[in-house]
Nanobody, 123 residues
Framework: QVQLVESGGGPVQAGVSLRLSCEASGRTDSTYTIGWFRQAPGKDRVFLAAFNWNGGSTYYSDSVKGRFIISGDNAENTVYLQMNSLKPEDTAVYYC????????????????WGQGTQVTVSS
């Protein structure tokens, strides 16, 4: 079993940066991938970025590439999502999720999920 806890969300003004954290515990090892997703009001949950502990490989959706940065701290067992130049359309509940194996963008392939953290960007 894997437990994930997100933190770092909150209300912010457009244009600022915010860093979300996803702390993992339980049965995680270097083969695991941690993904970040978000769900805006009335919309489906979508993939944003993913980090694989084996070599630190990353992958981004086109919607956030160049603006969001995903990274991992092995000592803290934590994956971060640095979000820059935030826009009102970034308002959503942000979730991290874990899966054994390589990076995938499909939600259903992630069996473990955190509870989510709200990010609200005002103009």
């Amino acid at each position: 079993q894997v437990q994930l806890v997100e933190s770092g969300g909150g209300p912010v003004q457009a244009g600022v940066s915010l860093r979300l954290s996803c702390e993992a515990s339980g049965r995680t090892d270097s083969t695991y991938t941690i993904g970040w997703f978000r769900q805006a009001p009335g919309k489906d949950r979508v993939f944003l970025a993913a980090f694989n502990w084996n070599g630190g490989s990353t992958y981004y959706s086109d919607s956030v590439k160049g603006r969001f940065i995903i990274s991992g701290d092995n000592a803290e067992n934590t994956v971060y999502l640095q979000m820059n130049s935030l826009k009102p359309e970034d308002t959503a509940v942000y979730y991290c999720a874990a899966r054994p194996g390589s990076i995938r963008t499909t939600l259903a392939l992630y069996p473990y999920w955190g509870q989510g953290t709200q990010v609200t960007v005002s103009s």
